[in-house]
């Protein structure tokens, strides 16, 4: 796997008892923590919840940008996914990284300090030459959309 430079700036003190790593080695996302004072925070269903990760990054590669992607056993087990779906760390950006937690069950959660709550992937991004056009080439699909190609 391909690595490249990210210089990080720790800003919560949850970083002096934890590392920020990769689980094994070949998972693609960093695991960010809840970098909340607070013993544990509670996320009503269907609420959201802005936790903060505790950290800044400047990334080092040109045309990367960092994603933040919802932790499957968290999703799965509690409900509690990335908000938005994906969440986009522009290059640029140098403030506090967070994190936009989802209740989908019926249920309140809880997130406790330290604990694990996003991935942070890196992967290459492009910025589109707008190219203003009345006819687009035409494709078997067309404007389909929405499960126009079938279920199967």
């Known amino acids: 796997m391909k690595k490249i430079d990210v210089k990080v700036k720790f800003l919560h003190e949850v970083w002096e008892e934890n590392t920020l790593g990769y689980s094994t080695e070949h998972s693609a996302g960093l695991d960010l923590r809840a970098c909340i004072d607070a013993d544990e925070i509670e996320i009503g269903p269907g609420e959201r919840a802005a936790i903060p990760a505790g950290i800044a990054i400047e990334i080092r ?68 030459n707008i190219l203003r056009s009345e006819e687009l080439n035409s494709t078997d699909r067309g404007a389909g959309g929405f499960g126009s190609t079938g279920k199967h």
């Not at 933040?68 to 999703?75: I, K, Q």
């Not at 986009?88 to 809880?110: A, F, M």
């Open 61 to 128: 590669e040109p045309g990367i940008a960092g994603f933040l992607y919802s932790r499957s056993g968290l999703g799965t087990k509690e409900g509690l996914t990335v908000s938005q779906g994906v969440g986009v760390i522009d290059p640029d950006y140098r403030g506090e990284i967070k994190v936009s937690l989802l209740n989908t069950s019926g249920e309140k959660r809880r997130i406790t300090r330290g604990q694990r709550i996003a991935q942070l992937v890196f992967m290459p991004c492009f910025q589109a």
